[in-house]
């Protein structure tokens, strides 16, 4: 999907959970958003802080952008937790880049240290998400 089809997707009243977004892909796609695209919406950016996430990556951020960026600490595993960021943020749309669920590090597969709690940590937004009807791509 490409820049112009996601902002399009979005509309101004969009709240966007954006997973893993301390890390270095998910800080820069929401410094995107909010600086530079035309997208109006709320960010709402869950990460657990583990190896992968830098709090302070967007400290600038929810400085300049107070009304539209909120930092949740949270892991994607804790699907009671999920549900409540759903909940109190009217979480309209998912981005999903919690680094523990992708990339080089999951070839150890699902069950195996680091993941033994991750079996259903990457679907985890998925309950919430087709509660609310939120389409995906799984």
């Not at 997973?19 to 109006?40: A, K, M, P, Q, V």
């Not at 967007?58 to 009304?67: K, S």
């Not at 259903?120 to 087709?130: F, L, Q, T």
């Amino acid at each position: 999907m490409s820049h112009a089809d996601l902002t399009s997707q979005l509309s101004d009243s969009t709240t966007l959970l954006v997973t893993g977004g301390s890390g270095f892909i998910g800080s820069n796609f929401i410094r995107h958003l909010l600086e530079e695209s035309d997208f109006t919406g709320r960010i709402i950016n869950a990460d657990s802080l583990t190896y992968a996430g830098n709090p302070e990556s967007l400290e600038d951020i929810a400085r300049a952008f107070p009304d539209r960026y909120v930092f949740e600490k949270a892991a994607i595993c804790d699907l009671p937790r999920v549900e409540e960021l759903f909940e109190a943020h009217a979480i309209d749309a998912v981005c999903h880049f919690a680094a523990e669920s992708h990339v080089d590090r999951s070839i150890l597969g699902p069950g195996q240290p680091p993941f033994a709690s991750l079996r259903s940590g990457p679907k985890a937004p998925s309950r919430p998400s087709r509660q609310k009807q939120i389409p995906s791509n799984q």
